[in-house]
């Protein structure tokens, strides 16, 4: 098991920066890799980035590559989504995944672990 906790979610302008953190507690960190997924309103739950277990893999989404960094600090047991010139599309619920083994799979259904979400604004 691996419970998983979001933070660092807020209310920003457009160009602004935030970042996200997610503290996991449980299986062992460092073999489980991780991802971020959001949620807007009316709208499915979409990958966002995702890391191997010890960083040598990063994917993200065409819509924030460039803009987005993943990174991960397995002593600490924690994921980061480092997010900067956020924009209002950016807007929504930012949840923090867990899967069993290294790869990195944008499919929400292969992770097997979730934290609660963290709500991301963006105003214009």
């Known amino acids: 098991q691996v419970q998983l906790v979001e933070s660092g979610g807020g209310l920003v302008q457009a160009g602004g920066s935030l970042r996200l953190s997610c503290a996991a507690s449980?299986?062992?960190?460092?073999?489980?890799?991780m991802g971020w997924f959001r949620q807007a309103p009316g709208k499915e739950r979409e990958f966002v980035a995702g890391?191997?277990?010890?960083?040598?893999?990063?994917s993200y989404a065409d819509s924030v590559k460039g803009r987005f960094t993943i990174s991960r600090d397995n002593a600490k047991s924690t994921v980061y989504l480092q997010m900067n010139s956020l924009k209002p599309e950016d807007t929504a619920v930012y949840y923090c995944?867990?899967?069993?083994?290294?790869?990195?799979?944008?499919?929400?259904?292969?992770?097997?672990?979730w934290g609660q979400g963290t709500q991301v604004t963006v105003s214009s």
């Open positions: 995944a867990a899967k069993e083994g290294t790869g990195v799979v944008t499919q929400y259904e292969a992770y097997d672990y």
């Open positions: 890391i191997s277990w010890f960083g040598a893999t990063r």
């Open positions: 449980g299986r062992t960190f460092s073999r489980v890799a």
